[in-house]
């Protein structure tokens, strides 16, 4: 064998041995890292932090508005989800730890500004309000019947549908529905569509006026009335705002907003004439009441079951202090109502149960209102200046 031949064979022995002991070495490691692996994994069975994923996702609206002068927000979805694992090992009669799953989600509506909205207090405004109630038979063409309401305003005529759409130049801020529960007041109605009309308009709101007449000879009710309204308002356009007026209510200021609010119920008239301006009483909500179609089916709408004058106003108190929803009203000093004076209604006696029914107002809320109404027949009457629902309870 040359020396070549034999230092080659010298390296490969080497070699070898030097390879024999790193595989020793190799797996000490392998198996030292393995049972860290294991280790960090019982450590995770137990650590809070286990599994924990928190996804932000920004998501840029992609609504431009031509001329929008505010930019448009961003919605932020933020998603955070902790999963605690339970331990698969079950030891005899250990409590076998809960899942715990936290998803907490807060996704914020984008806000679009309307360039062309309305401004917030429309400029048309006048502020007092001249109100003349004087009865027809002291004046003549007094109050305005609906042909001359509508010489007064032919803008009234050119809406489809009687949806009075607004001012021609802005884009009004709300779709207000003005349900008003109705039966044998010729007069006083149209005293009311005189100056609500031209109140609603120098509002700049767009609106239509719903008379819901009771179309029998039961007993007049009220609530019942005024569901129905809210059901057939609803069929026939998307609103806003959905106020329940007295017919024989009059707003002797045109800034008294007709608009709602995603918060509270909007009692317009807690300062009336009739009662010297003041509240009648700590939780008075009667007279004229808006709210958001969310608002009216949270609360259910109001009671079918006050037959008779009274109650059904101090029940739908109860049914909104229940759901934990507040009441605002504006009180600024130029917020004053008119009274229509009117004698005894025929139809319309007090009711007597009313206080017994009130016992009980938020145990039957649920069974008792919108959900459950049921009326026999409602007819849709389109007149020049509102709509009219003909209904037999
Ligand atoms: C009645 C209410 C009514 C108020 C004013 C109260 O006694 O319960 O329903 O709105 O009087 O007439």
Redesign the pocket.
């Known amino acids: 064998m040359s020396s070549l031949m034999r230092l080659k064979n010298a390296w490969i022995f080497v070699a070898l041995i030097l390879m024999f002991f790193l595989s020793f070495h190799l797996s000490d490691v392998l198996i030292e890292n393995a049972e860290k692996d294991l280790e960090e994994l019982i450590e995770d069975d137990t650590s809070p932090k286990a599994l924990l994923t928190t996804t932000t996702t920004k998501i840029p609206t992609t609504t431009t508005l031509k001329g929008a002068k505010t930019p448009p927000k961003v919605t932020t979805k933020t998603t955070t989800t902790t999963t605690k694992k339970p331990k698969t090992t079950t030891v005899k009669g250990a409590k076998t730890p809960p899942k715990v799953t936290t998803k907490t989600t807060t996704t914020k509506k984008p806000e679009v500004v309307d360039p062309n909205a309305c401004p917030l207090v429309s400029p048309l405004t006048k502020g007092d309000i001249k109100i003349d109630l004087l009865p027809s038979n002291k004046k003549d063409k007094w109050p305005p019947s609906e042909d001359e309401l509508i010489k007064l305003m032919p803008q009234l005529s050119n809406n489809v549908g009687n949806i009075y759409k607004g001012p021609p130049k802005c884009n009004c801020r709300s779709k207000t529905a003005v349900i008003v529960p109705y039966r044998a007041r010729t007069e006083h109605l149209k005293f009311f569509l005189f100056y609500t009309h031209q109140m609603l308009q120098r509002q700049q709101l767009c609106y239509v006026i719903f008379v819901v007449t009771q179309d029998d000879r039961e007993t007049f009710n009220k609530g019942k009335l005024m569901n129905a309204g809210f059901v057939e308002a609803k069929k026939y356009g998307e609103f806003d705002c959905f106020i329940f007026h007295d017919v024989d209510l009059i707003a002797m200021n045109d800034k008294i907003s007709y608009t709602c609010k995603d918060e509270q119920v909007v009692h317009y008239s807690f300062a009336m004439k009739q009662f010297d301006f003041k509240p009648?009483y700590l939780g008075y909500v009667?007279g004229a009441l808006g709210f958001t179609k969310n608002q009216f089916e949270t609360v259910n709408g109001f009671s079918n079951q006050y037959v008779g004058r009274?109650?059904?106003?101090?029940d739908m108190q109860r049914r909104i202090r229940f759901r934990q929803i507040k009441v605002w009203e504006p009180k600024e000093s130029f917020v004053k109502y008119a009274n229509i004076p009117h004698g005894k209604d025929i139809g319309y006696p007090q009711n007597k149960l009313?206080t017994k029914l009130m016992e009980k107002a938020t145990t039957r809320m649920d069974t008792d209102g919108l959900k459950s109404l049921s009326v026999k027949k409602v007819t849709m009457a389109k007149h020049k200046t509102y709509v009219e629902f003909l209904v037999k309870l």
């Open positions: 009648l009667g009274g109650g059904e106003d101090d009313a």
